[in-house]
């Protein structure tokens, strides 16, 4: 992989955990360089679906998926970078499976510090076998200026990226073992005025996956590179292998190095430094022999940081001091998010068009489909079958529960919401509630290849009941007559294979018993699903997913407040008074 690769792709990353202070840092970075949008395309990471954060002022959603594997194709092949934050002990599986699964990666950064020295080994194979630049373990990640930032590498605060100047690339190269010393060689090169091509935090363990002398070949090999920073550390045998390529004229771009710890020479025996490589175990692996060892080859090895600037401080200011960058004003986190409708200028916008627009544009059955679908939907046959459904459910007569409810709450004497919000409160698992979960069942059960029988085995096994399956007033030898209605809305693209599959349940379930038919709920449910899988492209999971938020419900919830609200209205005006029962309407077993 080379410096050149890099910059020439537009990076698209993912992060392999979350870690919302670099990822914020690194979308400022997009939007100071004038990103059209977000370089983070999504996040692995268990427990939610999306992750907020400021572009510049507004804010972006970014997708979640709890695990890579869940990850829609199209993101995964758009992938080019990927930032591990995760545990050192989940760091190889992680990586390994981000190499095989995505196949366009180009550039890994690993942020965890402890990781075992045997899994960075490996996983330098996979690297050079995979062609794919793995950066760390321990790596605070890698800076191309004006094309990616990626981990926390120039700064995690957006004034912090202005004054490091990394807006536009330059031509020195920084490459360090240490992370919070690269961006001090960040800022002595661009405060020079130099610029950097490209800034490298190799991390400071003892065997990292890019070792500094396939950093410095990088650094070779990038024409935008006229010259090299290299930050080092006691211990380990690096700057010897540096030196021998600098011999072998491999490497002829001018190096400034600064090897750290000789203060480890004024002890008796070597210390152990932070990082896990900082240990000289040998007098080779001092600092002093290691800086002695670069300068026989002919890098200017500097004593102290300050003399780095003064090393760099040729005249050639290859960068304006001043780099025009957008500024951030006042941050606020919003607290709503809403895909439905806001306001943009003042005006009440409402599924992407101004309110009155919208509702110019959309009957009431596509308006509600439309709303809870959460954006807007064309096809006429799905909207059909939603305006069929809201008709067909308002009501079916005073003696069913939620109605009955209502009725006895109006004449209690009590408001419209609470008559209204009686009869709602009656809606749940055996009456009115059942479609989310039919739907559920039909999608598991048409999509998991298990038999109808398979299917209401389960159910009996576990004494639980098939939601979308019986009725107390109709039965196999008086259908339902609403359930006939909804089959002139078959003969879908996919062959009805949700509503094929909750017929051959009812065919088993009305052999025990003559009222187990497949009920309206169930009905609903499986023409719904037919029709959002063909008409609007819903796959399996996001079929489930609205059974679980509720969409199905919501059908019967909004077309039966209709009726409830109309037996209110019709108590009032009866205005009959009190409900009670008569004694002999209770059977009272002491
Ligand atoms: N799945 C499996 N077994 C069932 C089902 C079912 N869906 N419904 C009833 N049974 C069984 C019961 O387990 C019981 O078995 P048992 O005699 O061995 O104990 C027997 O049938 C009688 O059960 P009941 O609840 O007394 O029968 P009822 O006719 O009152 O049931 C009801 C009607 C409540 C709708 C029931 O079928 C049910 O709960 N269905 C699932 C929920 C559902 O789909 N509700 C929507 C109805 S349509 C609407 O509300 C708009
Ligand atoms: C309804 O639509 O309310 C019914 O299917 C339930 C019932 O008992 O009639």
Not at 497 to 521: C, H, M, P, Q
Request: glycine residues 10%; proline residues 4%; aromatic residues 6%.
């Amino acid at each position: 992989m080379s410096i050149a690769e890099l910059r020439a792709s537009s990076p698209s990353i993912i992060m392999i955990g979350s870690h919302p202070g670099v990822i914020q840092s690194m979308l400022d970075y997009d939007f100071m360089i004038g990103r059209a949008e977000p370089s983070v395309i999504a996040v692995i990471v268990q427990g939610r679906k999306l992750e907020r954060y400021f572009w510049g002022t507004d804010e972006v959603i970014i997708p979640a998926v709890p695990m890579l594997s869940d990850l829609k194709k199209e993101l995964a092949d758009k992938c080019t970078v990927a930032v591990n934050v995760q545990s050192a002990r989940r760091v190889l599986s992680s990586t390994k499976e981000a190499v095989a699964k995505l196949p366009n990666l180009k550039l890994i950064s690993i942020f965890a510090e402890q990781t075992p020295e045997t899994h960075s080994l490996e996983l330098r194979t996979l690297a050079i076998k995979k062609n794919v630049l793995i950066v760390g373990p321990s790596s605070v990640g890698v800076l191309l200026p004006g094309t990616m930032k990626i981990g926390a590498i120039g700064g995690t605060q957006y004034p912090q990226l202005v004054e490091a100047k990394i807006a536009k690339a330059g031509k020195v190269a920084v490459i360090s073992t240490s992370g919070g010393m690269v961006n001090e060689l960040i800022h002595i090169a661009t405060g020079s005025g130099q610029g950097v091509s490209f800034a490298i935090a190799l991390g400071g363990d003892r065997f990292p996956v890019t070792d500094p002398m396939t950093a410095m070949l990088l650094a070779q090999n990038d024409e935008l590179t006229e010259r090299i920073i290299y930050f080092g550390e006691l211990g380990g045998t690096d700057e010897y292998e540096i030196a021998r390529l600098i011999d072998e004229g491999k490497l002829t771009k001018p190096i400034i190095a600064y090897v750290a710890g000789v203060v480890a020479e004024l002890f008796d025996t070597p210390p152990q430094f932070g990082h896990a490589k900082a240990l000289a175990q040998t007098d080779d692996e001092s600092a002093t022999a290691k800086k002695d060892r670069l300068r026989k080859s002919g890098v200017i090895v500097c004593d102290h940081l300050g003399e780095i600037a003064d090393k760099l401080d040729n005249g050639d200011t290859t960068m304006s001091k001043e780099q025009n960058v957008p500024g951030i004003g006042e941050r606020k986190k919003r607290a709503i998010i809403s895909h439905i409708s806001g306001d943009k200028d003042g005006e009440v916008q409402l599924l992407g068009h101004e309110l009155l627009e919208t509702i110019e544009r959309n009957s009431i059955a596509s308006l509600v489909l439309s709303l809870l679908l959460g954006k807007q939907v064309e096809s006429k046959r799905a909207i059909d079958f939603t305006d069929l459904v809201l008709r067909m459910l308002v009501d079916h007569g005073p003696y069913v529960s939620g109605a009955v409810n209502t009725i006895i709450t109006a004449r209690a004497g009590r408001d419209l919401v609470s008559g209204l919000t009686a009869g709602l409160l009656t809606i749940g698992p055996r009456f009115g509630g059942a479609i989310n979960e039919a739907s559920r069942g039909w999608v598991d059960g048409a999509t998991s290849g298990v038999s109808a029988k398979e299917f209401v085995d389960s159910y009996v096994k576990q004494g639980g009941i098939i939601a979308g399956i019986g009725h107390k007033k109709y039965r196999i030898d008086m259908p339902d007559p609403r359930v006939e209605a909804l089959m002139q809305f078959s003969g879908n693209s996919n062959g009805d294979r949700y509503l094929k599959f909750a017929r051959s349940v009812e065919e088993i379930t009305t052999t025990k018993k003559g009222n187990l038919i497949l009920n309206i709920d169930g009905a609903i449910g499986a023409v719904m699903l037919d029709i959002l899988e063909s008409e609007l492209g819903y796959k399996p999971d996001e079929l489930r997913e609205l059974a679980d938020i509720e969409f199905f419900n919501a059908l019967f919830v909004l077309s039966r407040s209709i009726g409830f609200t109309a037996h209110y209205l019709d108590q009032r005006r009866n205005d009959e008074g009190l409900f009670r029962l008569d004694t002999d309407d209770v059977r009272y077993i002491a």
